[in-house]
């Protein structure tokens, strides 16, 4: 029976095991969203405020899920309104499929209206990108962009339809789901190599990244960090991969991280680095990085590999599967003097800690973290609020952290936690600044039409927090149009969008405005005023190395 590729793209879809979808409405895609109506009962598509709430949502759904996350937009600005999404998605490997209309096929390339060339446009941050003018092909390439998206190092595809062919027929036949590609293993020298070089450390040191969680690898990690007595830190994205009160996690390493997490991995001999990609903001001064350790650098994808550290030793596979053979090659010992160091180390972060009774982030964040349970995923924008999220959330299980780490998207947050709601059917948790909740706050609309369980926490200190820092540390307290001084009433706002608003000036206040809002099955704002002066500590300075790393303000100045 011939169908519509409209229709084909719906069938397509639920083939692949998609449910829910993310997006927007608009010419090009009318006849996609005419099957999206008969398709109500299979397809769950959540409207948004804007295409880049849809992108940041399929995006926050795939983090929280591990599965592809799908969104649709119709040519022209609602194609181009995804880019950052999109972009936001590449650089932090998340497995997407945006699919967009276009004109039809005779009228591309003739400046038709609303048409724009988003295969180019999106090429440098998709995996691949198709543009199918057939409608024979069509169900194959969407199958085939799922396939990309989810092989491999994830990340976005984009299948660009243009509107004849949504409306042209032929033949559909189901087919299995597409199972990614064969993941890539490790060859077994190379992991003898490692091995050999793992034996004979002193101070051994496992960094994980992004790529550790990918692979669903935490517990080869800790299986080996015990066998070998090694402390394990990880770059931002991978936070969550290891239990935060495992005794083994150091926690965040690189420009905001840990102190003891830091220092250790620069006094390591060894350094075994999995599914990581050695960020500037990880790294600081590449030439001053690590210089006493060796490094083995395990990652599915090739092209990481020396890129931006050279490695010792690097080894191309899948993280988990390379880990579990690893850990039977290596010889079970015990480091009592590098453990020693280890709790110095720790001794030493923790004795920089100091509370305080006013309302501070890291108030904030343990009151969230009291009543939260492990479930519950975190939400964060990008500025201060995400690297003292980072630093303090004890974190239990993996994916309960998203973020946007590689392209740091201000206004990922609102649509993210979004997404993520719809993953997990669970209660979420964003925590944001003003300013970037002021990107994309729209999407709170979405939030309330669907009657999302999300709690969102304000940390609103009046400025762009994280650039004025840097304006107070290393360009003279310069506050070039860091001090937003804008008049926006969160609380009101809240309840002119149609959720409910409280406001806190305290820790008390706090505590009672979470528990009261966690409670509720509907999204709930909760204003915190702060100290524009709080900053986040320790730091790396720009291009800096660990020797350079300010523990307290007055270091700096």
Known sequence: MKISGAKIIME???EQGCDTVFGYPGGQVINIFDELYQYSDKITHVLTAH?????????????????????IATSGPGATNLVTGIATAYLDSVPMVAITGNVPC??????????????????????????????EALADTLRLAFKIAKSGRPGPVLVDIPKDVQINKCDFINKPVEEAYPIKKASEDKLKLAAELINSAKKPYIYCGGGAISSNASAEIIALAEKIDSPIGCSMMGI????????KFLG?????????????????????ATGVRFSDRATGNKEKFASNAKIIHIDIDKAELNKNIP??????????????????MVSKKELPEWSERIKELKNIENSAIKPSKALTPFNIIDIISSVADDNTVIVTDVGQHQMWTAQRYPFKKPRTFLSSGGLGTMGFGMGAAVGACFATKNKTVLITGDGSFGMNLNELATAVSFNTPIVIVIMNNGVLGMVRQWQTLFFNKHYSNTTLNRKTDFVKLAEAFGAVGMRADSVEDFDKAFKLAYEKNSPVVIDCAIDCNEFV?????????????????????
């Not at 965040?252 to 075994?272: C, K, R, T, W």
């Not at 490695?311 to 039977?328: I, N, Q, T």
């Not at 500590?537 to 100045?557: H, N, R, V």
């Open 240 to 247: 969550s991969a290891i239990p935060a009160d495992h005794p």
């Open 252 to 272: 965040m390493q690189g420009m905001h991280g840990h102190y003891a997490s830091s220092v250790s991995e620069n006094e390591a001999d060894l350094i075994i």
């Open 537 to 557: 500590l320790p730091m790396l300075p720009p291009g800096g190395s660990i020797d350079d790393i300010i523990t307290e303000l007055k270091e700096a100045e």
């Open 106 to 135: 005779s009228l591309l390339g003739r400046d038709s209206f609303q048409e724009v060339d988003i295969i180019g446009i999106t090429m440098p941050v998709t995996k691949h990108n198709f543009i199918v003018k057939d409608v």
């Open 311 to 328: 490695a010792y030793l690097g080894v191309v596979g899948d993280v988990k599967d390379s880990l579990a053979r690893l850990c039977d």
């Open 51 to 71: 295409e880049q709430g849809a992108s940041h949502a399929a995006d926050g759904y795939a983090r929280a899920t591990g599965k592809v996350g799908v969104v």
């Open 12 to 14: 397509t879809l639920i």
